[in-house]
């Protein structure tokens, strides 16, 4: 093999080790920063993945919210009306957040099945929706039709 043809190989495959070393670097990222949502009958079912940080969203079930009288911590349960979740939260929340409305939560489920919740999002007006939020009430409300439960409330 003569030397020029030697230095041009030796480019190409440092040029695509480089490349498979920064498609490696970049799926890592990606893994470690993506946030999957679940409704709380995924949760209930065991379908989420515990200590991994995923978004969990629906209703915040009527008469749930408990706060610490001495601490800024919090406790409600979400609904999908046909499971709940509990989430703890220790912090401020949004001001629109209510019982009965909409909300997301970022955070990590914890053995005991409880979401541990390090950033709470409530919707911002009386017609908005998040969408993961009115896709999982949707799949909630055919499961229920399904198996001949009560009729749902309209969301």
């Known amino acids: 093999m003569n030397p020029a043809r030697k230095r041009k190989l030796s480019i190409i495959l440092f040029l695509l080790a480089g490349l498979a070393i920064a498609v490696g670097l970049a799926t890592y990222a990606f893994r470690q ?5 679940y409704d709380p009958s995924q949760i209930a079912g065991g379908e989420a993945p515990v200590d991994v940080r995923i978004r969990a969203g629906g209703m ?7 706060r610490d009288p001495d601490s800024l911590k919090v406790e409600f349960r979400v609904t999908d009306y046909a499971s709940s979740v509990t989430v703890m939260y220790e912090g401020i929340l949004p ?3 209510a019982e009965g409305q909409g909300v997301v939560a970022t955070g ?7 979401f541990m919740a390090e950033q709470v999002l409530a919707k911002h007006d ?3 929706m998040p969408p ?6 949707e799949k909630a409300s055919a499961r229920a039709e399904e198996q001949g439960a009560k009729e749902l409330p309209n969301y």
């Open 108 to 114: 990590h489920l914890n053995g005991e099945g409880r």
């Open 33 to 37: 920063n993506i946030n999957l949502f």
């Open 126 to 128: 009386e017609q908005y």
């Open 95 to 97: 001001d629109l957040f």
């Open 132 to 137: 993961e939020v009115s896709k999982a009430l």
């Open 60 to 66: 915040v079930e009527e008469g749930s919210v408990r």
